[in-house]
């Protein structure tokens, strides 16, 4: 794991959720240009998650039942960022946006319960410890109990390529973080 990489999720940690006003029906488009906009600017260390928070329902038509989802709060769209100048900037002027909301367009975080109630705080996952040629011990899965090298490591998907020896060969292997342990 790259410097880069650790100070980034450090600052996906520090990060707050704020509701950001929309013209309705354009959530998702606002969601698709502010990802397309982050990506192009390269603020992904500011703006690190867009969601427009759904539910499923089910509607019952001429004796169907059919499973639909629907947005939970239309006009709205949820943004995880660090607020500064560009970052602020950047949401503000994004086609479809009105807003943020809060006094004055002044950005007001959500509170952790508000973001819990809304059924969008992820996981917050454990940091991972290992790096290139590690000797690690498989915990779980078919592979159990076999012992590898690691080959290359998947941060985002938490995804590891190991080397196990199999039959007198090495054998190459994907796995996920919580199924290896470091030796």
Avoid: C
């Avoid at 938490?158 to 080397?163: A, E, I």
Wanted: aromatic share 8%.
């Amino acid at each position: 794991m790259t410097d880069k990489d650790i100070n980034r999720e450090k600052r996906a940690r520090d990060a707050k959720w704020y509701v950001v006003h929309t013209y309705s029906g354009h959530e998702n488009k606002v969601k698709a240009n502010l990802e397309k906009m982050v990506e192009n600017r390269g603020m992904k260390d500011d703006i690190f998650e867009v969601a427009v928070p759904t539910e499923e329902y089910m509607e019952t038509k001429s004796g169907t039942k059919k499973l639909k989802e629907r947005k939970m709060f239309p006009g709205y769209v949820l943004v995880k960022m660090i607020i500064n100048d560009e970052s602020w900037y950047l949401v503000r002027n994004t086609r479809g946006v009105t807003g943020f909301v809060g006094p004055a367009s002044k950005p007001v975080p959500l509170s952790d319960a508000e973001v819990k109630a809304l059924g969008v705080q992820e996981n917050v996952l454990p940091p991972v410890d290992f790096k290139m040629k590690d000797v690690i011990k498989v915990t779980s899965g078919p592979f159990e109990n076999f012992m590898g090298t690691i080959d290359s490591l998947n941060v985002e998907k938490r995804k590891v390529k190991v080397f196990v020896s199999m039959f007198g060969r090495e054998t190459l292997v994907e796995l996920d973080f919580d199924q290896v342990e470091k030796v």
